[in-house]
């Protein structure tokens, strides 16, 4: 899986793979980056390869776009039992459960499907010129890719009607002041900014990482969900290597500061 100029398996992504971490660019330039079928696939590939070896996943646009929607050619062709397939539901909703947390870099526009790929992220970050949005039912559809529960999930029911019914597009302050995002910098800096933050998720326990993950998304089945994810990381090495390695560095602070 490494593709960072677009050749090879992916025409719609470009693809990087490191140690920790795989960084996924949405790449369709002619269309502002609007989801294909093809990209649907492609990214069903990285998630395929995620699955199998997770690590940490940053998705982002190239241009200074995330994603201006879904291709609304290929809409207009769908009908009913394409609806009913989930064509871009079902993905979203398996960047989701992906294993690792995975984080969306957003500048420029996130409409439509674009916004619902962000949404299913577990982060967002984004650029000054980011602006969220799902304008839908002006094309006589709904947002129904994740926007309709996930949004009211993110941001709360009041702001998601807005978006939702009444066209309301967040900008960059407005997704902050909302925690849509978990901060806002400078275009230049964002890819900086996107990295520092999986830095210091990736210097945490890697099964920590997954179980937390798994347990916030597993409502309804607390507290007994969260007891034995805590036992399975209790008995772990990585644990105690931890622990062992705090209470060492505290002691020492305690000294130094007796001397």
Not at 23 to 32: D, G, K
Not at 42 to 51: K, M, N, P, S, T
Request: charged residues 25%; contains cysteine.
């Amino acid at each position: 899986m490494s593709a960072p100029t677009g050749t090879g398996p992916y025409e719609t992504l470009l693809v990087e793979e490191r140690e920790d971490r795989v960084v996924v660019t949405l790449h369709r330039p002619e269309s502002r980056n609007a989801i294909s079928g093809r990209m649907i696939r492609e990214l069903h590939a990285v998630c395929d390869q995620l699955e199998q070896n997770p690590k940490l996943l940053l998705l982002t646009g190239h241009g200074g776009v995330f994603a201006g929607g879904a291709d609304i050619a290929e809409l207009l062709a769908r009908g009913r039992d394409e609806a009913l397939q989930g064509i871009n539901s079902r993905l979203f909703e398996r960047v989701r459960r992906l294993p690792m947390p995975t984080l969306a870099a957003v500048d420029g526009w996130a409409l439509g499907g674009g916004a619902e790929l962000s949404y299913a992220c577990d982060l967002r970050i984004a650029g000054p010129d980011a602006v969220f949005g799902n304008p839908e039912p002006g094309l006589g559809i709904l947002a129904a890719a994740g926007a309709c529960w996930r949004l009211p999930e993110l941001v709360g029911e009041s702001i998601a009607k807005q978006v939702l019914l009444a066209g309301r597009n967040l900008d960059a302050p407005a997704a902050l002041a909302a925690g849509l995002v978990i901060d806002v910098v400078p275009a230049e800096k964002l890819l900086d900014e996107a990295h520092a933050l999986l830095d210091r998720m990736a210097r945490s326990s890697a099964t920590a990482l997954r179980l937390t993950k798994l347990v916030v998304d597993s409502p309804g089945a607390h507290p007994v969900a969260d007891d034995l994810a805590q036992a399975v990381l209790f008995e772990g090495q990585d644990k105690r290597d931890r622990m062992t390695r705090f209470l060492n560095k505290r002691d020492l602070e305690k000294r130094s500061s007796r001397a």
